[in-house]
């Protein structure tokens, strides 16, 4: 497929490049509604110059069919180049044409249903002592502690380790996160220079696990366990180095997203007493106790709907970016060979043509009567789409809703007052003050148990 000369002859999507060389990339970072006001000035394809490269910015559930089923044709993964250097070559988030559908296909065994139902009780164990330990805390800042706890699912889930017996490995972590999405100036005091020094150290810390793991026998508990035993279609191990980056990239998208999804679901049922009701309600007639299975949570439909609305209300993950390989026209504008481009999760979530009043916490709009979402393909899009999809969505899902499920049945949270709830966007959304609130067991459980 080669660009026509009627495609080169469009018009260029309007938009400003911004300041020389660095364009509008600080807006774009210090500004969460940097897309809003564009989108509403330029209408929903516009121009612009983020992390050093003429972007296209693209809105709404037809640009993002465009964009993912044209991948590898007119677009290819690329990221920013902080987030290039800091997540490693050896990353499947960096990888692309055919060693990243091998690797895809081998890391998904570590998200397949056996594995995933295998996990729910290492999980609720670390969910149990969670909760309990933020009742004995009595008032918390939650942010900090969620990010505690997803990290310690992370590592025992993905590498066997326990997290809490290292705090520096969730720091470095936090160090690293920090440098993803910024200017790429590396010297010792700036956030990419902090994090590029956190993943050598990451890195080292890895190897050090990978090298104990290889001593000890084969394990197909966790992913480390499953990756050092894979083979690809043509019998090879995967390389140290790239084993380092594939694990890395596991422990960061494994509790990142996350932290955000879970901290945002938190402070949504705080703020809509009514829906939290409902979906305690829920978990009382079910009466589940202990140990929940894959097939109790399939009939929480309700924590499900509620789960749905948060991911689309605060998506963890802004957007996603692409480079665009070969020249294309899209709504009778050209993009260009060698530009960025950008899809964008947040604007289409708020698209009014599709969700009716999209700024409300409405968990209904996706009951099967309403289905909201179902009006146009990719206008529901938290994981990305296509063949770059989130690999572990199945996993985030259960994981938010086994945490939600055991939370809800058993506590209570108020919101402490007089805290800043605006939200900071990156590299997560999460609340300016980290969320603070006052925790407690519900009533009823108290006393209902002996002794209380
Ligand atoms: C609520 C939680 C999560 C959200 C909202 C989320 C969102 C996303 C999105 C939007 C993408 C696509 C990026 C693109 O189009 O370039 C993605 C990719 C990815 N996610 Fe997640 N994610 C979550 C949790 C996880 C978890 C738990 C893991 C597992 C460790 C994970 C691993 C990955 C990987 C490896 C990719 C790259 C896939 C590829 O390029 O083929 N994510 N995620």
């Known amino acids: 497929m080669t660009t026509t000369r009627t495609e080169k002859s469009l018009p260029l999507p309007p938009g400003s490049f911004g300041l020389p060389v660095i364009g509008e990339t600080i807006s774009f970072l210090r500004d969460r509604d940097f897309a809003k006001k564009r989108h509403k000035r330029y209408g929903s394809i516009f121009k612009t110059h983020l992390f050093g490269r003429p972007t296209v910015m693209m809105i709404g559930a037809e640009a993002n069919r465009f964009l993912f089923t044209n991948e590898n044709q007119h677009f290819s993964v690329t990221w920013p180049h902080s987030t290039k250097v800091l997540l490693g070559l050896g990353s499947l988030a960096m990888q692309t044409g055919e060693i990243h559908q091998k690797r895809r296909k081998l890391l998904s065994q570590v998200f397949q249903p056996r594995a995933l139902a295998g996990y729910t009780s290492t999980m609720e164990s670390i969910i149990h002592s969670y909760l309990q330990k933020w009742q004995q805390m009595g008032t918390l800042t939650w942010y900090p502690e969620l990010r505690k706890y997803t990290f310690d699912v ?97 422990l960061f998208a494994g509790h990142e997203t996350l932290t955000s999804a879970i901290a945002s679901l938190c402070l949504l049922l705080a703020q809509h007493p009514d829906i939290l009701a409902t979906a305690r309600a829920e978990q009382q007639q079910l009466g589940f106790k202990e140990s929940l299975t894959l097939e109790h949570l399939k009939q929480m439909n309700y924590l499900e709907l509620v789960i749905k609305e948060a991911l689309r209300l605060i998506p963890p993950v802004g957007g996603g970016f692409r480079e665009v390989i070969k020249g294309c026209e899209f709504n009778q504008y050209f993009i260009p060979q060698g530009w960025s481009a950008l899809y964008q999760i947040n604007r289409t979530h708020q698209d009014i043509n599709i969700y009716t009043e999209p700024n409300n916490f409405e968990p ?29 969505k199945e996993f985030a899902k259960l994981e938010m809703k086994l945490f939600a499920a055991n939370l809800i049945r058993e506590y209570e949270w108020e919101l402490v007052p007089n805290q800043n709830l605006d939200m900071i966007m990156v590299p997560t959304p999460h609340p300016h003050d980290g969320l603070q609130v006052k925790f407690r067991q519900l009533i009823s459980i108290s006393q209902a148990k002996p002794g209380n």
């Not at 508990?221 to 180095?241: F, I, M, T, V």
């Open 364 to 392: 209904q709009r996706f009951a099967p009567q309403k289905a909201e979402e179902k009006a146009k393909p990719y206008s529901y899009i938290p994981f990305g789409g296509g063949m770059r999809e989130c690999l572990g």
């Open 154 to 250: 992370a590592c025992k889930l993905f590498v066997g380790t326990d997290a809490t017996a290292d705090s520096h490995f969730g720091e470095l972590f936090e160090e690293y996160c920090q440098g993803l999405f910024t200017i790429p100036v590396q010297l010792p005091w700036t956030k990419f220079g902090r994090a590029l020094r956190a993943r050598e150290q990451l890195l080292a810390k890895i190897e050090e696990i990978v090298r104990q793991r290889q001593q000890q026998p084969n394990s197909n508990e966790d992913a480390l366990g499953l990756l050092l035993q894979a083979r690809d279609e043509d019998g090879n191990s995967l390389s140290l180095e790239e084993l380092k980056d594939q694990v890395l990239t596991l």
